[in-house]
Every structure is written in C-alpha cells, then in structure tokens.
C-alpha cells in the first residue's frame, strides 16, 4: 500500500506543481487561471462529446506512452515513437488502398498486421543499429523521425494521392477496412464522435504488455537488461537480442496509432495527422510511472487538457491552446527533476540509473 | 557569309549567357547556403560546448525556439515603443541571446544540480518551446503564434559574406578556446573523463555549467538570426527541426570545430539546393521535384557516421552521464 501511494504521489506532485507554476504564467498574461483550468477540464467530463473525445484523443497516447514505457523499461529512450506512428499509418492506409476488395474479414486484420509490423520494423532499426553498432538510440531516433515524414510524405504526394486533391492526402481506403465506431454499440452516443474500436485495442495492449513484461520470459529479460545490463549478460541474457526486441516492440505499439487514424477515424492516410503523439508518449510513460495502468491515466489527463485546449482557445482572452503544450513540458520537468527527490529519499527508482547502459 | 556570322554570333552569345547564367547560379547557390547554414552554425557550437562538457543537448531545438521568438518580440517592441530605428534588431539580438541563456538555466540546473536525465529534460524543453511563443505572442500580439511584421530595414544585415567572416571568426575564437585555454582543456576533460578532473581539482558542475549556458546563447543566438535575420518575423514553430539538424551536424563533424562547420555547410547546401529545386523546375507532369529525398540526406548521413560506416563518431566518453562527486 505505502509503495502504491508513493508511486502515486510523486506523479500527483508533479502535476499539481506544473498547474501551479502554469498558473503563474496565466496571471502574468492577465487572465484568470481558474477560469482556464475550468474550461480546460470542464468539458472533458460532459457526455457525449467531452468524454467521449477525450477517449478518442488518449487512444494515441497510450499507444504511444506504452511504446516508450517498452523502451524505458529496456534502459532505451525511444524518441522515435512519432516516426514509427507515420510509417505505420501509411502502410496501414496502403494495404487499405491496394486491397480495398478484399473480404473484410481478411482486409481488416492484414490492415492491422500492417501497422503493427511496418512499425516494428522501423523501431528496431535502432535497436538494430545499437545492437550492432552501438550507436545512440536518442540520436538515431530524432533522425529516423525525419526521414519517415520526408518518406511518407513522398509517397502520399507522387503516388497516392488523388490528382488534383490540394490537401496532401491519400485517396480513401475500401470500406471493408472500415473498423466500427463505439457509437454503434453505445445507445445515445452520436457516431459522429470517431472513438473506435482501435480504443478497446488500446486498452487490451496495457493489458498484453503488462503481461509480457512481467509474466514472460522475453519481458523479464527485457527489464533485466534495463535495471542492470552488465549483469543480464553475465546470466546469461543476449543483451543485444533484447534491444532489438524491445524497440521492435515499442515501435510496433507505436505503429498501432495508425489503427486509431486510418481504420477507425480519417479512413486515409492524412499527411502531418499527429499532434506530436510521440512525443507526448514520453510525457505519458514518464507521469504514468512506466507502468501500463499509469500509462493509462497519464493518456486520460493529456486528452482531456488536449480537448480542452479548443475551448480555451474559444473562449478566453488572453490565453490560448498553447497552455497545454507549456503545462506538459513543464510537467514533464518537474519528472525529470523528481528522480532526485527520489533519490533523496532512498527510492530504488533512479531516471539515470535506467538509462545507465546507454 | 553574313549568314554564318549570324548563327556564330549567336552560339557565342548564347554560350556567353549560359555562362553568365551558370555563374549567377553558383553565387546564388553559395550565398544562401551561407543564410541557411548560419544559424546551423550557431547552434552546432553552442551544442559542441555543451556536449565536450558532457551534457547532452537535445534541447537545442527549444533554445532557438526561444531566441527565435524573443528576438523578434524584442525588435518589434524596440521599433514600434522605443522608436530606435535601425538599432532596434541589435537589442533584438541580445534579447534572443538572452532567452537562450534563460531555458540554458533552466535545463542547467535540472541536469547538472538535479541530475535528471538529461535527455528527458531536453525533450521537456522542447516541449515547452513548442507552447510558450505561442501562449505568449496569443497575450502579447493577440496572434496565434507570431510576432507582428518588423520592416525590412530594421532587420539584422544580410550580406552572405558579411555573415561568412562573422563566422569564420566565431570559428577561429572557439577553436582557440577549446584547444588553446586552461577552460579549453578542462572542458573537454571534464567531458572526457570527469573523475580524473576532479581528481586535479576541477570543479566539475562549474565546468558543464559554463558548457550549457554557453551552448544556450549560441543557440539562442541562431534562433534569432532565423527570425530577424533570415526572416522578418516568428512564425510557428519556424526551426521546423533546424536545432536537431544543428545535433546532426556535430555529431557528423565528429564534435570538433573545423568538421561542424563544414557539416553545416552541406546541410545548408542540401536545403538550399532543395529550395531551389522546388521554386525553379517543375517534373513535366507539372508537379514539383520531389525534394523530400534531399531532406533527407543531413539524417541519412548522420546514421551512416554514427554506426561508423564512414569514419567513426566518437561522443565524448562521458557524455548523457549525471556525474555524482564520490563521498
């Protein structure tokens, strides 16, 4: 019990100080903050939309916050997770593109496989790259997020994009690829509101990456080469093995965003669709304690500032959507920071000692 | 006869143009590489203070940002409140220097006082960046994320080769200062091997310290060039990735001076090369080249080096380390 709320505390801190120092910042623009923070969580609660917009928007993050929290646990920061979510949502789009007759029952999961794997593969290129040559996953990540938006971007304006579309998008994919919207099974929930199944998925995958690393073989390997690599590889462990399988891993839950985007709401591939999901997986993995049901809150709480963030802009003189960012990455600090609180304190949970194999 | 004069005329002439067309086009191409390497430039030697002390700097991107927008803010408010005329993109200028220097504090003192991880810190700042011009110019500017227009002639100057002899001078100053001074050498030792510096006495904290908060005026410094120098006023997010691809550029020059600044240089040539391309031809379906794949080349390259393909890039030994003094 002491460890559960210690574990919850420090996050609880974190972002209660972030809205503090926000708060600051909001009075020295001359607004109100309890009018922006009520207008930023005010209407995440309200049903149909708020709620449900709110789960629409945290199923990227936990996606993605999943993805990093893989990596975190392996001792790898993946920074990729934006680069890896593009790629994958393309694929996904151009398997629904190019079999758009197939029999739904197959064209559904070859779309699902596509994301999954296309994002698998291009995580574990530098996982491959620090295996082999041991090169820096952080920088190769950063550069292979470059290289997959100039990639996909190429090949979504030369050779998949309806002619004379001005909108840098794909053409539309089959309908069988069609994943449902939770408004069909939900009475008095308007289908307009694009959470879909790719939601549930989100969830499931907490659940499946919980087990996998810590009811599995693979998974105590992997956090085993996290906590200590030096001594993994003297019990016996392949570290190198172990990195490659994690940034797969991590990229393919990454890829799976692109289940959420393409299958489940634009039914396209839309060029430029994320609002940074990559990299507020790490400000989701970090507050979420790496932990899949941390991940899970940690997606809610950014969501909800994401949906709000619409109203603020509306309807607030000063103040517009931008808080949100600022109110992440200040969080986000204050994490970074805590590590040392911890340490103060005696915590066995050190940020540096995580990453100490890098 | 007369004929034939004529057409030799014409080939002569003809040639003469291509010359002259060939040349103005080799000027053309040289000067805004020169433009578009320097804030590269800047915030590759800001980042190579940083990283030889042995801080990793991601967040060269969030400093930039930073100069980029205080600089212009402060030259918009020079010209319209102070009315200081041409002086105005100067007080700019430090004001960008300054905000560089401020998140550099920020970042500083959670990595090194703290030890967060300072990769972690560094997205939080790039992070931050991302939100703060906009929630500030949305107060200041009542805009969503730019700062007002500065006229044209209260902007930095823009000589191309102006700019090429600043730099060459701010590279002959660092190479001295980092191979020629007692900081020099403590600088890089302390990113080398800290425990041996402060073994001999260095203070180690002091050391990265310096490293950082010069990095943060260097980047802010280039930030501010892009803003009023290269532009005329902030726009969204408008390093568009330029301080990762400044991280590129050192890591690619192998972290020393010489090699950074030709790094920067041929990623400005790439961008350069890749603007032209775009504005001048068109493919003959009447699409634009597709330039994507020259984006790509600073990235590519930078991941061939890293793993060692050509030549290998060797980060200073204790780079990303928090170092914790033994008791």
């Known amino acids: 019990m002491t460890k559960l709320a210690r574990e919850l505390l420090f996050p609880l801190i974190a972002v209660l100080a972030a809205f503090i120092v926000g708060g600051i910042l909001i009075l020295l623009i001359g607004d109100n903050p309890l009018v922006t923070y009520r207008l930023l969580f005010g209407s995440a609660l309200s049903w149909p939309d708020g709620i449900g917009y709110t789960l629409f928007h945290a199923t990227p993050l936990i996606f993605t916050g999943l993805a990093v929290l893989v990596g975190f646990r392996c001792g790898l920061f993946n920074i990729g997770a934006e680069g890896q979510l593009y790629i994958a949502a393309f694929a996904t789009a151009w398997v629904g593109i190019t079999f758009a007759n197939l029999n739904p029952w197959l064209l559904i999961p070859f779309c699902f496989l596509a994301a999954i794997f296309s994002g698998?593969?291009?995580?574990?290129?530098?996982?491959?790259?620090?295996?082999?040559?041991?090169?820096?996953?952080?920088?190769?990540?950063?550069?292979?997020?470059?290289?997959?938006?100039?990639?996909?971007?190429?090949?979504t304006q030369y050779h998949y994009k309806v002619p004379g579309d001005p909108i840098l998008q794909t053409s539309p994919i089959g309908e069988g690829a069609h994943i449902a919207r939770l408004g069909k099974f939900i009475p008095g929930f308007p289908e307009r509101i694009p959470l879909n199944v790719a939601f549930l998925l989100a969830l499931l995958c907490c659940l499946l990456v919980y087990l996998f690393l810590w009811r599995t073989k693979w998974g105590y390997e992997i956090r085993a080469t996290g906590s200590n690599?030096?001594?993994?590889?003297?019990?016996g462990i392949s570290v190198r093995t172990q990195i490659v399988l994690a940034m797969a891993v991590s990229g393919a839950l990454a890829g799976m965003v692109g289940i959420n985007e393409v299958l489940g709401y634009r039914y396209r591939y839309y060029d430029g669709f994320s609002d940074n999901y990559g990299f507020t997986g790490i400000a989701v993995a970090l507050l979420g304690r790496n932990h899949p049901v941390g991940v899970i809150l940690a997606a809610l709480l950014f969501a909800a500032l994401q949906h709000g963030g619409i109203y603020v802009d509306g309807f607030s003189e000063h103040v517009t959507k931008d808080i949100v960012q600022v109110l992440q990455g200040i969080i986000i600090l204050f994490i970074a920071a805590e590590a040392f609180f911890k340490w103060v304190l005696g915590g066995r949970f050190s940020m540096h000692r995580l990453r100490a194999n890098v | 006869m007369g004929f034939g004069r004529k057409v030799l005329d014409a080939s002569f002439e003809s040639k003469r143009m291509r010359d002259i067309f060939t040349w103005s086009l080799i000027v053309s191409v040289a000067e805004s590489t020169i433009r578009l390497a320097t804030p590269l430039v800047l915030a590759a030697f800001g980042g190579l203070f940083s990283e030889r002390s042995g801080v990793i700097n991601i967040a060269l991107e969030g400093k930039m940002l930073a100069g980029a927008f205080t600089a212009a803010a402060v030259t918009y408010a020079a010209d319209t409140r102070l009315g200081v005329g041409t002086a105005s993109p100067w007080i700019?200028?430090?004001?960008?220097?300054?905000?560089?220097?401020?998140?550099?504090?920020?970042?500083?003192?959670?990595?090194?006082?703290?030890?967060?991880?300072?990769?972690?810190?560094?997205?939080?700042?790039?992070?931050?960046?991302?939100?703060?011009?906009?929630f500030l110019s949305g107060a200041l500017f009542l805009s969503s994320g730019s700062t007002p227009q500065i006229p044209k002639d209260h902007l930095l100057p823009q000589s191309p080769w102006l700019i090429a002899l600043v730099i060459l001078l701010l590279l002959a100053a660092i190479s001295y200062v980092l191979y020629k001074t007692?900081?020099?050498?403590?600088?890089?030792?302390?990113?080398?091997?800290?425990?041996?510096?402060?073994?001999?006495?260095?203070?180690?904290?002091?050391?990265?310290?310096?490293?950082?908060?010069?990095?943060?005026?260097?980047?802010?410094?280039?930030?501010?060039?892009?803003?009023?120098?290269?532009?005329?006023?902030?726009?969204?997010?408008?390093?568009?990735?330029?301080?990762?691809?400044?991280?590129?550029?050192?890591?690619?020059?192998?972290?020393?001076?010489?090699?950074t600044l030709l790094a920067c240089l041929l990623f400005g040539f790439t961008e350069a090369v890749s603007i032209l391309l775009q504005g001048v031809y068109k493919l003959p379906s009447g699409e634009d080249i597709p330039v994507q794949f020259i984006n790509m080349v600073p990235y590519v390259l930078t991941i061939v080096v890293l793993a060692g393909f050509i030549g290998s890039s060797r980060p200073p030994r204790a780079l990303g380390i928090p170092y914790e003094k033994e008791k």
Not at chain 2, 93 to 119: E, H, P, R, T
Not at chain 2, 184 to 197: K, T
Request: overall charge positive; glycine content about 14%.
């Open chain 1, 120 to 155: 698998a593969f291009w995580g574990a290129i530098p996982g491959v790259l620090k295996a082999r040559f041991g090169s820096h996953e952080v920088i190769n990540t950063i550069m292979l997020n470059f290289i997959a938006v100039a990639l996909v971007s190429y090949f």
């Open chain 2, 182 to 259: 007692p900081f020099g050498l403590r600088l890089r030792s302390v990113g080398e091997n800290p425990e041996a510096a402060d073994a001999a006495g260095v203070s180690v904290s002091r050391i990265r310290y310096s490293g950082v908060l010069l990095a943060g005026v260097l980047a802010g410094l280039g930030g501010a060039y892009l803003s009023i120098g290269q532009s005329s006023l902030f726009t969204r997010n408008m390093t568009a990735g330029r301080g990762f691809i400044a991280l590129a550029a050192l890591i690619f020059g192998k972290w020393r001076p010489v090699p």
């Open chain 2, 92 to 134: 700019g200028l430090l004001g960008g220097m300054v905000a560089g220097l401020f998140i550099a504090v920020i970042y500083a003192v959670s990595c090194i006082k703290y030890k967060a991880d300072q990769v972690v810190s560094g997205a939080a700042i790039n992070i931050l960046m991302i939100g703060i011009p906009g």
């Open chain 1, 229 to 235: 690599p030096s001594a993994a590889e003297y019990g």
